[in-house]
């Protein structure tokens, strides 16, 4: 089995762990989407080492244990046209600007083979396409957004765009900002830098690690709105990270607003009592995910060279916490 066949993972159990647990649910807790019974079966079939020999998913672990899991990587399924609901705001002979809604996948991946924007676009290009079998477009993803990140996303439609297009957002030449609601009155701007890599406790999770162990990233703000204990900010991203922006504003302590992966839905600032609790409870609630949404997006386009900008209305979810925000949260300062 070559390399690329497999994904391996090596952990350590740290010295200063004290308590006994199962091999099944220490590995559960480190790999990214696993799950118990898949974590079992691969122990099973010999795919895990714990100190150089197999052991059965109940060893208990002990500080200093070594494992090491070498897992065959299953080829993912085909993706296939599907027709969706897509918001396309912009459309020529090389992209489509999709103003995205909450709720989508950008991508196939594990637990998210279908439905996804790729899908529908799949299906919208063969539609044009008609019955033409020379034309062969398949759209190639850009950028991402994250699952309940609403917003502008552009994606190429032939190989030459999406090379033109990728370069142009590793080489940081482009322009995109995005609204956020979060929690606390930031100063009126600033910058966060820190470097972003997956937690050490979570692996599900990113985080601000110190030392170089993470990847460089750079995030600007700007408060354009403030409330009583919540701010409304708009971002400029000068790097790319997963979860860039919900990790920045969570480390300097501005939680983006009902994001339940990084300590939004709860109440951080301001009492948490009486009608003002029961307000939040419903607001964070009814929105369902992180108040985020990618406003605008500016770049060259690669065949006219001409520089375009694309913006994109506040969904209605996010509209009605801002709202609700204007009318009983007013800063008195």
């Not at 159990?13 to 790999?31: C, H, K």
């Not at 396409?129 to 609403?150: C, F, M, W, Y």
């Not at 030449?173 to 930031?186: F, K, N």
């Not at 709860?266 to 029961?278: A, F, L, M």
Request: net charge negative.
């Amino acid at each position: 089995m070559s390399e690329k066949e497999k994904t391996i993972y090596e952990f350590k159990v740290p010295q200063g762990q004290q308590e006994s647990i199962r091999l099944d649910a220490y590995i559960t807790g480190f790999v990214e989407n696993a799950t118990r019974n898949k974590v079992q079966k691969a122990i099973k079939d010999g795919y895990v080492w714990v100190n150089g020999k197999h052991e059965k998913s109940s060893y208990k672990m002990l500080p200093g244990d070594e494992i090491y899991i070498e897992l065959p990587i299953a080829p993912p399924p085909e993706a296939k046209p599907e027709e969706l609901d897509i918001n396309i705001i912009h459309e020529d002979d090389d992209l489509i600007v999709v103003n995205k809604e909450a709720g989508m996948v950008v991508h196939p991946a594990y637990g998210n083979w279908t439905g996804t924007l790729v899908n529908g676009l799949m299906h919208h290009v063969d539609e044009l396409a008609g019955e033409d079998e020379d034309e062969n477009i398949r759209p190639g993803i850009v950028h991402r957004l994250d699952k309940d990140t609403s917003g502008i996303l552009v994606v190429a439609k032939n190989d030459e765009t999406l090379a033109a297009l990728s370069a142009k957002f590793a080489e940081k030449d482009v322009e995109r900002t995005y609204w956020a609601i979060v929690w606390g009155t930031p100063k009126e701007e600033g910058t966060i830098e820190g470097d972003i890599g997956r937690s050490k406790h979570d692996r599900k999770l990113m985080t601000v690690l110190q030392g170089g162990r993470g990847k460089h990233a750079v995030t600007h703000y700007k408060v354009l709105e403030y409330f009583d204990y919540l701010s409304l900010v708009e971002v400029k991203l000068e790097t790319g990270r997963t979860h860039q922006i919900r990790v920045h504003m969570a480390h300097i302590g501005h939680n983006v607003f009902g994001d339940p992966t990084y300590g939004g839905t709860s109440v951080r600032y301001g009492p948490n009592t009486g009608q003002r609790k029961v307000m939040f409870h419903k607001l964070i609630t009814g929105l369902g995910r992180q108040a985020l949404h990618a406003k605008t997006l500016g770049f060259e386009h690669p065949k006219t060279g001409e520089t375009v900008q694309f913006s994109s209305e506040l969904p209605g979810d996010f509209q009605y916490v801002l709202d609700t925000l204007r009318e009983k949260c007013r800063a008195e300062y």
